[in-house]
Structures are given as structure tokens and as C-alpha cells.
């Protein structure tokens, strides 16, 4: 059963950075594609940044300059680096894996961490 399992969540003043991680664990043959996501309360959940296998880079406007997503394949982990925090980036952060088990692929969900910035 493969999981993908999110840490570093927590509290933080604004201006202030935290790291975000994601592992996979599980039996799979591949991890493709990882992306980060986050869901503020009253709003839908949003695309906050993606990473290819090849380490191809995607984010969205908003977090453009003060995100970093990297991985690192050895130890099948994603991680968001967070700089310069604001209140608007408050919400439920959830990693995403597009992970083949098999010979089949899919996507699978972490169960979301916590990020609130506020003084």
C-alpha cells in the first residue's frame, strides 16, 4: 500500500519560513510527478507547486519567488521550502504523488499538514 506521508507543518510569524516534506512509502516500481497543494478554509483546494521526476518546476503566481519545490529521488521525499510567509498562505497543505504501484499509475494524497502564519 503505498502512502505519502506530509511533515513540518506548524505555526509561523509572517515573514518567516518553514520546509514542508513528503515521503512515499509503500511498495512501487516509480514515482512520477510530486506536487504540493493547499486548501484554505471557505476555499477550493489549489495548486501551489509540482515537480517532474526530471525535476522540471511549476508553481503557482501567487507563491512564484518565495517557494522552492525539490525532491530527492534516493529517498523518494518532495519538499517545500517556504520563505517570506503571509497570513494568505494559511491553510492545509497536502502532498501529491503520481506513483505506480504496478503497472499502472496513479495518484495518491498525503493526509495534509497545517501551515499557519500569523503574528
Known amino acids: 500500500q503505498v502512502q505519502l506521508v506530509e511533515s513540518g507543518g506548524g505555526l509561523v510569524q509572517p515573514g518567516g519560513s518553514l520546509r514542508l516534506s513528503c515521503a512515499v512509502s509503500?511498495?512501487?516500481?516509480?514515482?512520477?510527478?510530486m506536487g504540493w497543494y493547499r486548501q484554505a478554509p471557505g476555499n477550493q483546494r489549489e495548486l501551489v507547486a509540482t515537480?517532474?521526476?526530471?525535476?522540471?518546476?511549476n508553481y503557482a503566481d501567487s507563491v512564484k519567488g518565495r517557494f522552492t519545490i525539490s525532491r530527492d529521488n534516493a529517498k523518494n521525499t518532495a519538499y517545500l521550502q517556504m520563505n517570506n510567509l503571509t497570513p494568505e498562505d494559511t491553510a492545509i497543505y497536502y502532498c501529491?504523488?503520481?506513483?505506480?504501484?504496478?503497472?499502472?499509475?496513479?495518484?495518491?494524497w498525503g493526509q495534509g499538514t497545517q501551515v499557519t502564519v500569523s503574528s
Open positions: 501529491n504523488g503520481d506513483v505506480a504501484p504496478g503497472l499502472l499509475r496513479r495518484v495518491y
Open positions: 509503500g511498495r512501487f516500481r516509480s514515482i512520477y510527478d
Open positions: 515537480i517532474t521526476s526530471g525535476g522540471s518546476t
